[in-house]
């Protein structure tokens, strides 16, 4: 789920759970098997069909997943959070 709201804040994309869960197993991929190699990852679900659950504060917050979404900011510091290093 993380990366839904990343790749909404960071890349301007209005995706769903499914497409946030092919980009999630190509970053661990890209990770595994390190530098050199190309990962090619389908994005298969707008998010629209979504508003009522996955964008809706209220339905997170009653599953107890709002926490999720602000939890990512903090766990990023240092890196640009697709696994490359930040140069300043």
């Not at 092919?22 to 389908?42: C, F, S």
């Not at 069909?49 to 107890?64: A, I, Q």
């Not at 990512?72 to 930040?86: E, I, L, V």
Request: aromatic share 8%.
């Amino acid at each position: 789920m993380r990366y839904v709201y990343r790749l909404l804040r960071e890349e301007g994309l209005f995706l769903g759970s499914t497409s946030g869960t092919n980009v999630a197993a190509a970053v661990e991929l890209a990770r595994r098997l390190g530098p050199g190699h190309r990962i090619v990852t389908v994005l298969c679900d707008g998010g629209a069909k979504y508003l009522s659950r996955l964008f809706n504060d209220t339905w997170l917050e009653h599953e107890g997943l709002l926490q999720l979404r602000s939890k990512h900011n903090a766990s990023t510091k240092g890196s640009d959070g697709w696994g490359r290093t930040r140069v300043a």
